[in-house]
Nanobody, 115 residues
Framework: QVQLVESGGGLVQPGGSLTLSCATSGFDFTSYDVNWYRQGPGKERELVASISRYTRRINYAGSVRGRATISRDNSKDTVTLKINSLEPEDTAVYYC????????WGKGTQVTVSS
């Protein structure tokens, strides 16, 4: 019933930009924060960007601060992550997550930054 589906990943060149989308369904979207995480090869999953229910609080990991923008559209039940000036270190599977107990995760979308 609860679904979070990421899209927008792919192969991009260093310095390029990418927009990831998380489409959600099956729950009251405005009742939850929905944030972006990523897990690079051989690394632990980490929080990339967070955004509160009504966008009043937004935070970014230091690794993407200044390059990333998180937004949400409560009329479409979606959360978007845009990353500019992509680096090879951004290569990871990107996940969106409903901040709930238990948590609800999407299946992820692969982002590969390589020339």
């Amino acid at each position: 019933q609860v679904q979070l589906v990421e899209s927008g990943g792919g192969l991009v060149q260093p310095g390029g930009s990418l927009t990831l989308s998380c489409a959600t369904s099956g729950f009251d979207f405005t009742s939850y924060d929905v944030n972006w995480y990523r897990q690079g090869p051989g690394k632990e999953r980490e929080l990339v960007a967070s955004i509160s229910r009504y966008t009043r609080r937004i935070n970014y990991a230091g690794s993407v601060r200044g390059r990333a923008t998180i937004s949400r559209d409560n009329s479409k039940d979606t959360v978007t992550l845009k990353i500019n000036s992509l680096e090879p270190e951004d290569t990871a599977v990107y996940y969106c997550k409903r901040e709930s107990s238990p948590a609800a995760w999407g299946k992820g979308t692969q982002v590969t930054v390589s020339s």
